[in-house]
């Protein structure tokens, strides 16, 4: 893979799962 | 009229769970992919990412907002709520886009949706068990959809599925929320669990016919900066974005119409859109566009993204499934859930047209859904039978591209200049479960800026073009330009006709709103009276 690709994706991937986690670990908090 | 306190929903997360049901759906598992090859695969990124933050993230909340103020007033479809927000005669008319939306798009969707079906059938009778690569899917998929030598496409097999996915969408429609609530509760996890394990199969078997799994995420990541300045591929990014999350047509706000008024909606509105792209992203970003390039290579790729709108996840993933023991059972089990997770989908997006017509007209659930399935097979008539000629992906630009981005412009707008920003703002994070970032309200002034820049870039320079049909793919031989060119202005005009009757449905319902109020001796004002009141 690229560097570009790399670094692209990476981005991409890291925000969508941290977003995702800091969602559900909220959403199951009381 | 149905009973709308039985309506409600059970749970957060059933609510969360049935939005992000319904986002999930055909769109990231097959349109999603097939447009991001049709604009050079990592290029498309940059776009659908700058799409996601400006206009995905601030429409999610302003509709879920939108939905749940619109609840409070006692409507529950976008014309009404327009119409309450506005208290102007034009109002209603602006809603109109969250009728047509949703019925120009249900149409196609739900031909798409028995293309699932019948790969499931497919699958289930082992015809994916081959290991060769482009020729026998494109044939399959042809095959399937009745496209061969003659210039109508009658696809036998393909009718038979059609008609099981009318009949269970209208079925469930007339069963009401509480059966998909329940439903996507237990389909989604397993589907999205089941793609998870698909994903960790390519990335231990890493090579594929002597090409590396990394090669095709090379493809899928790897920008090329000049194609954008192209405003056609952040045209396509903006409205994909739009699609995928159900946004700018009405859809989610009908869904959260039903919440309570201290409900949050900040945290459960992000939930639903994060499950989603993480879906789209990662999952439908790993299975579908890489092993396109890794079967059939780049161009090949391009060629058949650019000749049918959903098509590269029939052509990849029967392959995949070919490679693995018990490739036809799983592959049946994939593709039937990928069907149930546009079950929920089409189901939500036929809501906002039954909730009009419930709301407004005061007709019952069975009239409704009655009258939209004959208008609706009349529709998918020319969708099925001139597959060939590109009925189906003309509907799909207009209403994607266009349609949708002038109805989140319209929302937007409406929202920030009419219902204003501190009462907006307020709609936003009353009940929130998190902390909703301040910069975002500077993002929503953004959004607006975003869609009109992009539609009057594309207009500037795509339009005309596109209208005078001298933009055709270079791939169409001769002899079908005709068919094709013919094909293309029915699809528009056809289009232009359900606006024009969407339209005289809003006008019919408020002459009706205002014959009962003179029946009941309301000293209801009409239009006119209302807006010189409010000037």
């Known amino acids: 893979m690229s560097r570009e690709a790399i670094i692209l994706m990476s981005i991409a991937w890291t925000a969508i799962f941290a977003l995702t986690l800091f969602c559900l670990w909220r959403l199951e908090r009381k | ?535």
């Open chain 2, 1 to 535: 009229m149905i009973n709308r306190k039985a309506e409600r929903w059970t749970g957060r997360l059933g609510v969360i769970l049935a939005v992000a049901g319904s986002a999930i759906g055909l769109s990231s598992f097959l349109r999603f992919p097939t447009e991001a090859a049709r604009y050079g695969g990592g290029t498309f990124m940059i776009p659908y990412l700058c799409a996601l933050i400006c206009c995905g993230i601030p429409l999610v909340w302003m509709e879920w907002a939108f939905g749940r103020y619109g609840g409070i007033w006692g409507r529950h479809n976008l014309p009404g709520i327009f119409d309450a927000v506005t208290r102007r005669p034009w109002g209603k008319y602006l809603g109109v886009l969250g009728l047509y939306a949703p019925f120009i798009i249900i149409v196609y969707y739900l031909y798409v949706e028995s293309w699932t079906l019948g790969y499931t059938f497919y699958s289930a009778i082992g015809k994916f068990t081959y290991k060769s690569a482009l020729p026998d899917t494109t044939y399959l998929f042809n095959h399937y959809l009745g496209i061969g030598g003659q210039v109508i496409s009658l696809p036998i097999i393909g009718l038979v599925f059609l008609l099981i996915t009318l009949a269970l969408n209208f079925y469930i429609l007339n069963r009401g929320e509480a059966g998909i609530d329940k439903f996507t509760t237990y389909a989604m996890p397993v589907f999205c669990l089941f793609s998870v394990g698909l994903m960790v199969y390519l990335f231990l078997t890493r090579s594929f016919h002597g090409v590396s799994i990394w090669r095709g995420l090379d493809y899928a990541w790897k920008p090329d900066l000049h194609a954008l300045a192209d405003p056609a591929i952040w045209l396509s990014a903006t409205g994909q974005v739009l699609f995928t999350l159900s946004l700018g047509l009405g859809a989610v706000i009908t869904y959260t119409s039903f919440l309570r008024k201290d409900d949050d909606v900040a945290l459960s509105g992000l939930t639903s859109l994060s499950i989603n792209e993480l879906v789209e992203i990662v999952l439908a970003g790993t299975l579908v566009l890489p092993m396109a390039i890794i079967f059939f290579g780049p161009h090949a790729t391009t060629a058949t993204a650019q000749q049918h709108a959903f098509s590269l996840g029939f052509m990849t993933l029967p392959i995949i499934f070919g490679q693995l023991p018990h490739g036809d059972l799983l592959g049946a089990l994939w593709f039937l859930l990928l069907f149930f997770s546009g079950l929920t989908a089409s189901v939500s997006l036929m809501k906002p047209i039954v909730a009009f017509f419930e709301d407004e007209l005061h007709w019952t659930r069975a009239k409704t859904s009655w009258i939209l399935l004959v208008v609706t097979i009349a529709y998918l008539a020319p969708v099925v039978l001139l597959q060939k000629y590109g009925f189906l992906d003309e509907m799909d630009f207009w209403a994607v591209n266009i349609v949708l981005l002038v109805g989140a412009l319209v929302e937007t707008v409406i929202f920030i200049a009419v219902l204003g920003m501190a009462r907006g703002w307020e709609g936003i994070t009353t009940g929130a479960r998190m902390h909703v970032p301040v910069i975002f309200k500077y993002i929503l002034y953004i959004t607006p800026i975003f869609l009109l820049g992009t539609l009057a870039w594309w207009a500037w320079m795509h339009a005309l073009p596109k209208l005078m049909l001298t933009d055709l793919p270079a791939t169409i031989a001769k002899a079908d330009l005709p068919y094709r060119m013919i094909v293309t202005i029915a699809s528009r005009v056809t289009m232009g006709l359900f606006l024009l009757l969407m339209l005289l449905a809003i006008r019919f319902a408020a002459a009706r709103a205002r014959a009962r109020a003179t029946e009941l001796s309301l000293p209801t004002p009409t239009d006119e009276e209302v807006s010189s009141d409010v000037s």
